[in-house]
């Protein structure tokens, strides 16, 4: 269990495949929403809408002919073709990690032009596999793999329009199945759905740490007494360490604690006073 855990090619045809049961723009939309520059900025640069899904493939595969007449075959992990546009997917196992290539994108552009040929605009989705994912590695990646794919199609006529390349990690992946989940009207058969998907991203070990505001904490427990609240209840956006102060010491734990953001003066005061009702 533990080497299926640690495969990329089970986690993505367990998200992708299940999510292909839901209605078409669907993951699509999922997606798009998971992109960097839509977290980023708010604005995703994938179009809205892209029609219906004409074609879904897990690692196809094409060949790729080099200006040295040499074949070679290349094999993205999926391949989605809509109405409006072609979708290709390099799904990589971690988040976190450097673990796409420009060269290896490349490649699955050019086999894509060679083998399809130019027609419908092509977005090809990094996913996982990202040391940092920010808009600025994004636009890095973009340029790395435009250098690639300019030197593999030097033989090829001008492609239009250019691909455009999108990062999307795996948490933002499963932060958008969850949202769809918290906003959207759904049918049961629609949230079976989701909730399988979230809970192949548990069985991969993917979590969504939000960090917890303190103040935000604070504002939950604010009108309860501390020896009536439920702690188990309250609605905590991500573990919080519960370290307690060592006996005789005025240091709280929430003082030490390394991975919690700092507070506003609100917050603390009242943490210390409720902390002092505690005692």
Avoid: N
């Amino acid at each position: 269990l533990d080497d299926y855990r640690d495969r990329e090619d089970p986690l993505t045809f367990f998200v992708f495949g299940t999510l292909l049961y839901l209605p078409t723009d669907w993951l699509w939309r999922i997606l798009r929403s998971a992109s960097v520059e839509e977290s980023a900025a708010g604005v995703s640069t994938l179009p809205d809408a892209i029609g219906a899904l004409e074609d879904a493939q897990f690692w196809p595969s094409w060949w790729l002919t080099s200006t040295s007449g040499l074949r070679r075959r290349v094999e993205p992990d999926v391949f989605l073709s809509y109405d409006a546009c072609d979708v290709i997917v390099e799904a990589k196992r971690h988040d976190g990690q450097q673990m796409q290539y420009p060269a290896q994108l490349a490649r699955e552009l050019a086999a894509y032009f060679q083998t399809r040929g130019v027609g419908k605009p092509v977005y090809l989705l990094a996913v996982g596999g990202m040391h940092g994912a920010d808009p600025q590695a994004t636009q890095l990646l973009r340029q790395a793999v435009s250098d690639e794919l300019a030197a593999l199609l030097s033989s090829t006529p001008v492609f239009a329009p250019s691909p455009r390349i999108e990062v999307v990690p795996w948490v933002r992946v499963l932060r958008a199945v969850r949202a769809m989940l918290d906003t959207e009207a759904l049918s049961r058969e629609h949230r079976a759905i989701l909730d399988d998907v979230a809970a192949v991203f548990r069985l991969h070990g993917i979590v969504d740490s939000q960090p917890t505001w303190l103040f935000d904490l604070a504002k939950s427990i604010s009108d309860h007494r501390l020896g009536a609240v439920d702690w188990a209840r309250l609605p905590w956006r991500a573990a919080v360490p519960a370290r307690p102060a060592r006996k005789g010491s005025s240091e709280h734990w929430w003082r030490k604690a390394a991975d919690l953001r700092p507070i506003d003066e609100r917050a603390q005061r009242l943490f210390e006073r409720l902390a002092g009702e505690r005692r």
